[in-house]
């Protein structure tokens, strides 16, 4: 059997975020935050001034390198970033304003800041770079201690970016961020070469793989059980679900999805998961390799070399064999 963990290791060093471009990212967020207080400063009045706080994949070291995208003939890198704008009650004040209101504030300090225009999301407003980078700015109202979100369809409602960073953060090791990192990264392949396919967000994600951890020293082996304990799950009867561990607790995040949504992800997650499968019990690198290059993960998965586990062993075998030294007869 092909045992893959140098491969899957280079893999996640390929799409992790180098230094360079967390630089690059934070310069943009820094940017980004300097209009916004501008903006607040010249036009509200003090009480209305906003504080930020950052949220999202990049605080739990689990961001990607996105594949390239063809958007009007440009080849674009959508990097997602998230950051938190948090407006907080001063005493004797109630949040009467519309969100409609807020968000329109926030995309009048945004507006100008790239060529592209602000998108008003639901949840959030967009801003997006030449390059395809984008930046979302949720919106929160801080009363209480309490801290909710402002959403067009679902109103003001409980949410708590922060505490899931701290709550996965806390679960998290190595192989976590790792299988986290590369489950992201077949999302996106799988994404990118079908079209309207879409798959669970890299915050459900996150969480299953978290609930669903195997323990193994191997990359390979860790992340093949980890998805395999995963489709497990979420094929037991009633069991197709992804609580949220935060606030709101106890949400299920799956709740809202379609048969066909539900039914693409775990059929998308049994060929990946009978693929790594194959891919074990391949005894060629460059085969086993192949298999998960082709079907899973893309070009950028490494070819592993072209020759047998079975090499392997027989060379460490005579490593041994010949590292034995005969004991010299005594002198006499």
Avoid at 124 to 151: E, M, W
Wanted: net charge neutral; proline share 4%; aromatic share 12%.
């Amino acid at each position: 059997m092909a045992v893959l963990n140098k491969e899957f290791i280079e893999f996640d060093k390929k799409i992790k975020l180098t230094e360079k471009k967390i630089y690059d990212l934070k310069k943009s967020r820094k940017g980004l935050r300097d209009q916004i207080r501008k903006w607040f400063k010249d036009e509200k009045p003090e009480e209305l001034q906003p504080k930020f706080h950052g949220q999202g994949s990049q605080l739990m070291n689990t961001s990607i390198n996105p594949l390239s995208r063809i958007e009007n003939g440009n080849k674009i890198f959508p990097y997602d970033s998230d950051d938190g704008i948090y407006f907080i009650e001063k005493k004797g004040e109630d949040n009467k304003r519309s969100i409609n209101e807020w968000q329109e504030w926030v995309y009048k300090a945004v507006e100008n800041y790239t060529s592209k225009k602000p998108e008003k999301r639901n949840a959030c407003i967009r801003v997006t770079f030449s390059d395809g980078h984008h930046f979302d700015f949720p919106i929160y109202y801080k009363k209480n201690g309490d801290i909710q979100l402002a959403h067009k369809i679902d109103g003001w409602t409980d949410a708590d970016a922060k505490a899931f960073y701290e709550w996965y953060n806390d679960k998290k090791n190595k192989q976590i961020e790792r299988n986290t990192r590369i489950a992201k990264a077949w999302k996106d392949y799988q994404e990118n070469e079908n079209d309207g396919l879409k798959l669970p967000s890299g915050f459900e994600l996150s969480i299953l793989i978290v609930e669903n951890y195997v323990e193994e020293d191997n990359l390979d082996d860790s992340f093949r059980l980890t998805m395999k304990a995963i489709l497990e799950e979420l094929e037991k009867p009633d069991h197709f679900k992804c609580i949220r561990p935060t606030t709101p607790e106890g949400e299920n995040l799956f709740e809202n999805y379609s048969s066909e949504r539900k039914n693409n992800f775990l059929n998308y997650l049994r060929s990946l998961v009978e693929d790594c499968k194959k891919a074990k019990e391949e005894c060629n690198y460059r085969k086993a390799s192949e298999i998960l290059r082709d079907n899973q993960f893309g070009d950028r998965f490494p070819l592993g070399e072209d020759r047998d586990e079975e090499e392997k062993s027989n060379k460490i075998e005579k490593c041994l064999v010949g590292a034995v030294v005969n004991p010299k007869p005594y002198a006499n």
